[in-house]
């Protein structure tokens, strides 16, 4: 593998806003349900998403972490959404407008392809959501972001299949939520994020006792709890 070198232009800050109150937010989350005080690698997680490095260098510096802790494990690779996101919205702007038409992109892509989650899309559709001043809703996400009734988008209707044939379960209580998501095949692909994806839009802005219960009724309340303060953060 090949070294892609980006430069990028001197810049005190190069983290959104947003991220950096996210990645506090789903490390405290984490935290709170695990041994592990995530909370102390708050410093070292600004550092990687605010440095001007090249992007593959903060996706090595952002695994060092993760290699060195790991206690946090389960996080990896939405945290990697995280630092693509970052890139999108700040670290692209220090670079040519049409950089992500570039062969030097695509071959980045290509290396890539293996890493992250459908968290990706989920912030991405917030992001628009704020842009456009949308309510976000898991039928405006699926059909109207995602296209999953369309031919060309099939790919997509297969990861998310489990979630359109529960889309009800927005209407249900948090508990039948819960087990809907440990019926999942453990192969499928969406399984990881059904829970806290599913729990945000039926209650994008939960009070503490709600966001209690949903922790209650988690399987896996250090992840599910992290993933669903960073839906709630960029919402």
Known sequence: MYSITITF??????IDPKIESAIEAALSAFSEFN????????????????????????????DTIFDDNSGIEVLREIFFDMVLINFFSEDVKKLEEDYLDTPEW???????????????????????????????????????????????????YYIYEPVIENQALIESPVEEISQAAQDLPEDTEIAALFYPMMCFFQNPEPTDEEWGEIADYSVEPDFDMAVLEILLTFN
């Open 35 to 62: 041994d592990f005080d995530a909370t102390t690698l708050v410093p070292e997680f600004n550092n990687v998403f605010a440095s001007d490095a090249d992007f593959l260098s903060k996706v090595d510096a952002l």
């Open 106 to 156: 695509e071959s980045i892509e290509e290396q890539t392809l293996d890493r992250g989650t459908e968290l990706l899309n989920l912030l991405l559709y917030l992001n628009e959501c704020d842009d456009e001043s949308i309510e976000p809703s898991l039928e405006d996400y699926l059909k109207e972001f995602l296209l999953v009734d369309e031919d060309e988008f099939q790919d997509e």
């Open 9 to 14: 232009l001197k810049h005190k800050n190069m």
